[in-house]
RNA sequence: GUGAAAGUAGCUCAGUCGGACAGAGCACUGGAUUGUGGUUCCAGGGGUCGCGGGUUCGAAUCCCGUCUUUCACCCCA
């Protein structure tokens, strides 16, 4: 019986596994060298825990199972509630700011299309316990310094930001109900995905004031910070004026302290479809705008608090590896990823010959080949060697197609106590003792 | 969950007005007088034509169902 493999999942052969581990590398880098720290949590947790911020239908879109004791649990679609858990539990311990990170495998029950599957890897990092808008900067930076790392220039992609601070003050000030904001917010987010007319439509269904709707879609077709107070008039305020003052702080921080602002832009149509994001939010796409969203994030001064701990303030990003991995792959950045791979030694011996000098168990060429593989192992090189007893030519087709560095060569000449050593890339050779060979490398 | 298109070898595909043992390229395996690779040449293995049912003397080909993939919608944590 053949059994297919589950839809929406991978299999990872070994140049997948390569692009895969390339990738999460290069996550971890940047992470480390933006002073994050890594954490992880279970790869399941309570059901309920996923009920608290989040409505049904995003609960039907969970691989939810019952233990054999009935308890009601979940596969994590995400991290960020796992984070808040793990923090309020040892909040009075931990030292500020809290910068971590982590690379979740998670799995949604989602319909699988391009750039989404079922299961998937996500890159996270959060910083809790600071109020400051530098924070925001930095998360933005470190996702940046990723991004750039991985190969994706400024011509490439765009960082796009707005904040949920600036949309709820301006909405409020030209008079939409408290209410209302959460539900308006879903709307506004699909802006970038819909066309302007039905976009157009479906603000007039729930904005019936035409005058108000027009001053909505004025505020979000300006194209810069500085542009927002003429494109909304009237309805500026002491509110309104201090959020824009504070995303102006995050434009100023990313460019001239942290010189990245040619990737960045501000664009009133990021809004986020969550409920829980309070100040900056951000989204990196790709310029051409064919792709979903490379990575969002944002600002979530209440989610610890909801989760049951005190007000923390927090900051953070997710970016999931199947949009960036079709990204890299258009840029012909793939290859870029992948580190190192192949042998550092691959051993030829010579079928058929034998050894029998003074001191030295009688033993053959591939004999010798085996002791020598596993001496160079054990000094932390990799090295391999062929099972067939093919000629000497066949084993260095086999050296190259699994990417040795240098070949070593046992033959005749060990009976002299040498070694041939042969540098695949440039096919030069060199004749060096044994012995001579294994101190020059160091554990 | 809704709608549309596709499914032939590991991969990319050809083959279909229904007709004989189903084809190519790439990849894979083996070989080209047993001590020198990446090239080339030769040979070979590999497919219940996604699966199930129907129409027919006869189905990869036509019809129905189903699964999977892709695309769009819902949603996007």
Not at 168 to 186: K, M, P, Q
Request: proline fraction near 4%; hydrophobic fraction near 40%; charged fraction near 25%.
């Amino acid at each position: 019986m053949k059994i297919p493999p589950v839809k929406g999942t991978r299999d990872f052969y070994p140049p997948d596994m390569a692009v895969r581990n390339g990738i999460i590398d290069g996550w971890k880098r940047a992470s480390i060298r933006n002073g994050f720290e890594e954490y992880d949590g279970p790869i399941f947790e309570h059901l309920q825990m996923y009920q608290i911020k989040s409505g049904d239908e995003i609960v039907e879109q969970l691989f939810s199972l019952e233990d054999r004791g009935g308890r009601a649990l979940a596969i994590r679609p995400e991290i960020t509630p796992t984070l808040a858990r793990m923090v309020n539990q040892r909040i009075n311990s931990l030292s500020r700011p809290i910068k971590w990170f982590s690379v979740p495998r998670l799995c949604r029950a989602e319909r699988p299309q391009k750039g989404r599957l079922r299961e998937f890897f996500q890159w996270n990092i959060d910083i809790i316990g600071v109020d400051d808008v530098l924070a925001d900067a930095e998360v933005i930076f470190t996702t940046v310094d990723y991004l750039r790392e991985a190969g994706l220039t400024a011509g490439d992609i765009r960082v796009k930001m707005s904040s949920r601070r600036l949309l709820a003050a301006v909405l409020r000030s030209i008079g939409i109900a408290e209410a209302e904001l959460d539900s308006l917010y879903v709307l506004l987010d699909k802006k970038g995905r819909l066309p302007a007319e039905t976009f157009k439509e479906l603000l007039a269904e729930r904005v019936s004031d035409v005058g108000t709707a027009s001053r909505i879609e004025a505020f979000m077709e300006a194209s810069s910070v500085s542009g927002v107070r003429q494109a909304i008039g009237a309805a500026w305020n002491d509110e309104v004026a201090e959020a824009i003052n504070e995303l102006s702080q995050v434009e100023r921080l990313l460019k001239e302290e942290m010189g990245v602002g040619e990737y960045c832009q501000f664009d009133p149509c990021i809004v986020r479809g969550l409920a829980y994001y309070t100040g900056v939010v951000f989204e990196v796409h790709d310029i051409v705008g064919e792709l979903r969203a490379i990575c969002g994030g944002g600002r979530y001064d209440n989610l610890l608090g909801d989760f049951g701990g005190g007000a923390i303030p927090a900051t953070g990003m997710g970016m999931g590896d199947c949009v960036l991995e079709i990204l890299l792959a258009e840029k012909g950045l793939l290859d870029r990823q992948i580190s190192g791979g192949g042998l550092d030694y691959f051993i030829v011996f010579v079928p058929g010959l034998k050894f029998d000098g003074p001191g030295d168990v009688a033993s053959t060429s591939r004999g010798q080949a085996v002791r020598l593989t596993a001496r160079l192992r054990g000094l932390g090189r990799s090295a391999d060697f062929s099972y067939k007893a093919a000629g000497v030519g066949k084993q260095l087709k086999q050296a190259s197609e699994r990417n040795a560095r240098e070949c070593i060569i046992i033959g005749d000449e060990l009976r002299r106590g040498k070694l041939v050593v042969k540098d695949m890339s440039t096919g030069e050779q060199r004749l060096v003792g044994m012995e001579e060979f294994l101190s020059q490398l160091k554990p």
